[in-house]
């Protein structure tokens, strides 16, 4: 079985620029969601979707936003960077039912200039 | 405010030591505790808690959770220059459908031959 693929695993934009970065989960896993990771710290909780619909949401502006898919992949958008914005971005997806956990992708790096 | 406190926050050992990593929480509506290996990107799952004075082992690895006193601890044995890396324990906190992992810092343990 594939793990949780990321796309792309580097990224470079400019301040005010906007960003997509892609998740496709584990097959059979309904519940993709997404973290942010600036260095020496743990990942930050962003958004959690389960069968399409926004089950929770960080303490993130509105800037950033996401979506799932019918197949279950998802996209996470954050408009209008921010130097601050530049982190490990990662996503994780689960069965979310029963004590399975949870399996984190390899991540994208987003760097801000 | 729902927080994950991780101590220590650095170690170095050398090979053949014996580390015990510490996590305490305090959070709303508690589910599991997970600790997590990450050495690059992708932190890999090491253990799921959700039931008190349960051990779990894994080779080296064991892990186990007090839920009145809300702390868990992860120790290694006959720690190897393979077992560096950033640990991270989070809490599961959630219902329903709605789910989310709050993190704590990590410990960066090295390993040193």
């Known amino acids: 079985d594939a793990g949780v693929t990321q796309s792309p695993t580097h990224l470079i934009k400019t301040r005010g620029q906007h960003v997509t970065l892609r998740c496709s989960p584990i097959s059979g896993h309904k519940s993709v969601s997404w973290y942010q990771q600036v260095l020496g710290q743990g990942p930050q909780f962003i958004f959690q979707y389960y069968e399409k619909e926004e089950r929770g949401r960080g303490n993130f502006p509105d800037r950033f936003s996401a979506r799932q898919f019918p197949n279950y992949s998802s996209e996470l958008n954050v408009n209008a960077l921010l130097l601050g914005d530049s982190a490990l971005y990662l996503c994780?997806?689960?069965?979310?039912?029963?004590?399975?956990?949870?399996?984190f992708g390899s991540g994208t790096r987003l760097t801000v200039v | 405010e729902d927080k994950v406190v991780q101590s220590p926050l650095s170690l170095v050992v050398h090979e053949g030591d014996t580390v015990t990593l510490n996590c305490s929480y305090e959070?709303?509506?508690?589910?599991?505790l997970l600790w997590y290996k990450q050495e690059k990107k992708a932190p890999t799952f090491l253990f799921m808690l959700t039931s008190s004075g349960i051990e779990k082992k894994s080779g080296r690895l064991s892990s186990i959770l007090d839920k009145k006193e809300l702390f868990s601890i992860l120790n290694i044995t006959a720690t190897q220059t393979g077992d560096s890396a950033i640990y991270l324990c989070a809490v599961e906190q959630g219902g329903g459908s709605n789910y989310k992992l709050t993190f704590g810092k990590g410990t960066l343990l090295t390993v040193n031959p």
């Open positions: 959070v709303t509506n508690f589910r599991s």
């Open positions: 994780a997806s689960s069965r979310l039912w029963g004590n399975y956990g949870y399996t």
